[in-house]
């Protein structure tokens, strides 16, 4: 197939004339993104918190990314699930926002956290009679105060003025918070986003911990997926917190005080610790006026210290086993760099290589070719701002077993490692990633939410569509080496899920 | 140590720190009142409309859009697994996929990959039963090969054997691991239970995928019927004018035959009525609980629709703001998630209950707690404050209605396909806004019955309890293979 690698030039050419943007060249020939070159503005305020504010013409809609740099890799075990669990309160209003008797509540606050302290301590006994008396109890009391409480106030005013999508999420690096918003309601969520970062109030703390641990109960402990990667990352990680789950340990989160949680807020959710996107039918004027008028007053906060943890290096492959009532199923791990670091590049090329779409090698070999799976597909995780893993799955295809998957993984990996990727595969991948360089600015929530993501990460929202354009740099050697360096057999873990014998 | 006495400190301790902004804290007003206080200007917008045109008979509707160098090209044709015979479900279902997948009468199945991925073009092929919806996504430069290609995926698919054998060996995986997730467990058998033999409740079996029934005649056979001229209407939206556009829909169109005859209609449900409590027993350290009965409401510009669909998001439908999740979360904790379901077919009855999922102790109470939701929603109104939530989001947000040109051309699709009033979102906005609450309570009243709710759960029979569920209804114990 003879086609010119025609796409990069015009294709960024062609965005830069329909945003209608300067066509500023860049010094040294350096060529920009279209992502780089949107008109982004930045709005730093005195306590640290930044905005980054961007119009784009369309509907008279808004989207709003919250993002604070602390998350689960922030937490210490026995206190696990306390970002997330964060996550939730941060929807139950203020002072005054979810509230009818706002003294009422807090007087019964202080009463339902000593009990929940005894509780502890029974628990820590052995006491399950007290103990149970005591949940009784604690529930008793948070229902005399929900009888101050105007419930999910805060979502209700969302709804009401027409928000879509109105959540959160919390990683190992960061707690996100979005919504969208009709735009003439703009100034609506700078209210609300700065009365609850500056005046939140835990109620139903107790009610929500039980949800969290339904959560929990939801995602891990009746999903067999959901299993397998939480024991898989904890046996890859041995010493670095990527290796505890975001949702929290479920005795961690029984016992996370409504204490922990308020510290912890009142520590590392302030300003200084904020990045805000914001990406639609906006003024970026008028963002930077109300930015200044909400959030200029708040104080800075803390900065969580710094995870000082390092995995050490894996001496030899590490296996383990998950019994479920469920199909069998693989998960492989490679402990790989953060994805700042120079070799993130060659191994985001080499897992859309393996397989980023039905001609890739593992897809071709594994799905197509030989049929021992339904699906494979590589993948980067826990997180981003450490090291990580590089993540092979596979679902075998009945009666081939997990051990077929593991050899044909190894066995591609190794070719490619020998061989290298040919021309015409890099180039495929170029495609895909010029093209990915257009579609990943078309949704204005995904926008802010690689504008926050990479202003949060790196200190400056370009860096995401730098990283991209560096992708187009990897050479075949570079994919040989990183696949040489990382993916082997001491480095890996491996995690497969088994049928459980017996009835 | 309470709240208030936290936040004084901490705000204390960090002013130090950062020396003058205590001050400023003071002087903007935040909080319920301030909130209150906002006035909003009206939105000044008025929606796009996507051009109409026809290309040798089929309808086209496209809108212009050259913010960035994207086409979407959209091909609905009606017709689906929904509406033939059971011995033709698997090619039906599969037909989208085998047209992807299966080459065409000149490209391999590989070749046809290989070009997909060398030009990044995206392309899904999906059907929801009653209709096949094909959607293709390109960079404007690489539009003509992308679009010639996909028509000859659509008019000229090769259904290569080898593709068919690769597709029954996922389906049939698939079959095999449906057990694997218990929400998608009773979910499936949930269909099953309430719909019996009609589309809605078959599940893929190896029967239905047995090497006769999946025949490349087969898929042809399906193809004829559904993916002919008749049956078609496209959209097109992104950086392209009709000028360009045209001559390769033409050649699209051309390609295909007439319709050979007219599509079946759609089987009427029997859905299942009389209630009943059904258990798939499973030690999970969650019970998956589904309830549901039919309800006779349908789709269409008439004030009981409109009530219903208030009252569904009352009940809980409409998130956060909805009664299941204020009592099954927010004041109960039993849940990570809970919601009413109230399907409205057009032509004909739907169902009405609810969902949600918890810990195996809490399964029975969760379940009387829906019920007696529901049962207040029949004996008193809704206050004239949860009717104005579930209205104003919607009044409110309907520019999210026009977010992309691509959301606004596949909607008009829909609409033209079924005949359907292309001013439905306005009239569906000014018919919701003259709900009242006894509309609501009436519609609940006459339409829902929570002593007639089948409900199955997938769970732990000891730890839910069966005593428990005794009073519920007639206790059926479900195997499932």
């Known amino acids: ?503 | 140590m309470t709240s208030a006495r936290g936040l004084r400190s901490a705000v204390a301790a960090l002013a130090l720190v950062v020396g003058n902004v205590a001050t400023a804290a003071a002087q903007v007003p935040t909080g319920r009142e301030a909130v209150r206080a906002l006035r909003f200007p009206p939105l000044d917008f008025s929606p796009p409309t996507p051009e109409r045109h026809e290309v040798e008979g089929v309808p086209v509707l496209l809108l212009e859009n050259h913010d960035l160098p994207l086409v979407n090209v959209f091909a609905r044709f009606l017709g689906g697994y929904g509406l033939f015979a059971r011995e033709w479900y698997a090619p039906a279902m599969g037909l989208p996929a085998l047209m992807r997948t299966g080459g065409t009468d000149e490209l391999s199945p590989d070749s046809v990959d290989n070009l997909f991925e060398y030009y990044s073009i995206e392309a899904s092929f999906g059907t929801g039963g009653g209709s096949v919806s094909i959607a293709l996504n390109t960079v404007t430069q690489h539009l003509d090969v992308a679009l010639d290609l996909w028509s000859d995926l659509i008019a000229r698919p090769g259904f290569d054997a080898d593709a068919i054998d690769l597709w029954r060996g996922r389906e049939l995986e698939s079959a095999r691991r449906l057990q694997d997730d218990p929400g998608s467990l009773a979910y499936s058998q949930f269909n099953r239970l309430l719909y019996g033999d009609h589309p809605v409740g078959w599940q893929t079996s190896p029967d239905d995928l047995a090497p006769e029934r999946v025949a490349q005649e087969r898929f042809r056979e399906m193809h004829r019927r559904i993916v002919c001229r008749e049956n078609l209407i496209l959209g097109v939206s992104g950086d392209v004018s009709w000028e360009t556009v045209r001559p390769r829909l033409q050649r699209l169109v051309a390609a295909l035959a007439p319709c050979p005859e007219s599509l079946p209609r759609a089987p009427a449900p029997a859905i299942r009525r009389g209630g009943g409590v059904f258990l798939i027993e499973r030690p999970l350290e969650q019970a998956f609980i589904v309830m549901a009965h039919p309800a006779s409401v349908r789709l269409a510009d008439e004030p009981t629709y409109f009530a219903a669909t208030i009252g569904n998001s009352i009940l809980g439908g409409g998130g956060f703001s909805s009664r299941l999740v204020a009592r099954l979360r927010t004041q109960s904790g039993f849940t990570y998630t809970a919601s009413s379901i109230w399907t409205m077919p057009r032509r004909y009855d739907g169902v009405v209950g609810a969902t949600t999922s918890t810990r195996p102790d809490a399964a029975v109470p969760a379940i009387r707690l829906m019920l007696e939701a529901m049962e207040e929603m029949r004996s008193t109104p809704p206050t004239q404050a949860e009717v104005r939530t579930a209205v104003d989001g919607v009044v409110n947000g309907f520019a999210f209605n026009f977010e992309t040109p691509s959301q606004i051309v596949s909607r008009m699709m829909f609409y033209v396909a079924e005949e359907w009033p292309e001013d439905w979102l306005e009239r569906y906005a000014s018919g919701i806004q003259r709900v009242t609450p006894a509309q609501v309570r009436e519609v609940f009243a006459e339409q829902v019955h929570p002593d007639q709710m089948t409900i199955l759960i997938v769970g732990d029979p000891e730890r839910v309890g069966r005593e428990q569920l005794a009073p519920l209804g007639p206790l059926t114990v479900l195997q499932i293979n």
């Open chain 1, 1 to 503: 197939m003879t086609v010119g690698r025609a796409l990069p030039w015009t294709l960024a050419w062609a965005v830069t004339i329909a945003l209608g943007l300067a066509a500023t060249e860049s010094p040294a020939g350096a060529q920009q993104t279209p992502g780089e070159r949107l008109p982004v503005h930045e709005v730093a305020l005195s306590n640290g918190m930044r905005f980054l504010a961007l119009r784009r013409d369309g509907a008279p809609t808004v989207s709003f990314v919250t993002r604070y740099g602390v998350g689960g890799v922030n937490e210490r075990v026995g206190t696990t699930g306390i970002a997330h669990l964060l996550e939730h309160m941060l929807f139950k209003g203020t002072s005054t926002i979810g509230t009818r008797d706002i003294a009422a509540e807090r007087a019964l606050f202080s009463r339902m956290d000593a009990t929940h302290d005894t509780l502890l301590v029974a628990r820590a006994r052995g006491d399950s009679v007290t103990a149970g008396a005591l949940r009784g109890r604690i529930a008793a009391l948070e229902d005399a105060a929900r009888a101050f409480v105007e419930p999910n106030e805060l979502d209700r005013i969302f709804t009401e003025a027409g928000a879509r999508g109105l959540n959160a999420t919390t990683s190992n690096d960061a707690t996100t918070y979005f919504v969208e918003l009709p735009s003439n309601r703009t100034e609506l969520w700078f209210a609300l986003e700065a009365d609850r970062m500056r005046d939140p109030v835990f109620r139903e703390y107790y009610t929500e911990r039980d949800v969290v641990a339904e959560e929990r109960r939801l995602r891990v402990e009746t999903s067999p997926f959901g299993r397998l990667y939480e024991e898989h990352l904890s046996a890859a990680y041995t010493v670095h917190p990527y290796g505890v789950p975001v949702v929290g340990f479920m005795s961690d989160i029984e016992a996370l005080s409504r204490r922990d949680v308020e510290s912890y807020y009142r520590r590392f959710y302030g300003p200084g610790n904020a990045v805000v996107a914001i990406v639609g039918d906006v003024d970026p004027d008028r963002i930077e006026s109300w930015a200044r008028r909400y959030f200029e007053g708040i104080p800075a906060g803390e900065l969580p210290p710094p995870v000082l943890a390092e995995e050490p290096r894996q001496p030899s492959e590490r296996r383990i086993t998950v019994e479920w009532d469920a199909e069998p199923r693989l998960r492989i791990g490679w402990h790989v760099p953060a994805s700042l670091h120079a070799d993130a590049p060659a191994l985001g090329i080499l897992g859309a290589l393996l397989t980023g779409g039905r001609t890739t090698r593992l897809q071709r070999r594994m799905v197509i070719e030989d049929r021992i799976a339904t699906a494979v597909s590589a993948s980067m995780g826990p997180g981003e701002r450490f090291p990580g893993l590089f993540f092979v799955d596979a679902v075998p295809r009945s009666p081939h077993t997990t051990d077929e998957q593991e050899r044909a993984v190894y066995a591609e990996i190794a070719r490619l490692a020998a061989e290298g990727p040919s021309e015409a595969e890099l180039e495929r991948v170029r495609n895909q990633i010029e093209a990915g360089n257009v579609r990943r600015i078309s949704s204005n929530l995904g926008l802010a939410f690689q504008l926050a993501d990479s202003e949060s990460l790196t200190g400056d929202w370009r860096s995401t569509f730098r990283q991209s354009a560096r992708l187009r740099e990897v050479t075949s050697a570079e994919v040989r080496r990183v696949a040489a360096e990382y993916l082997t057999e001491n480095n890996r873990t491996v995690a497969v899920l088994v049928r459980r014998e017996g009835p």
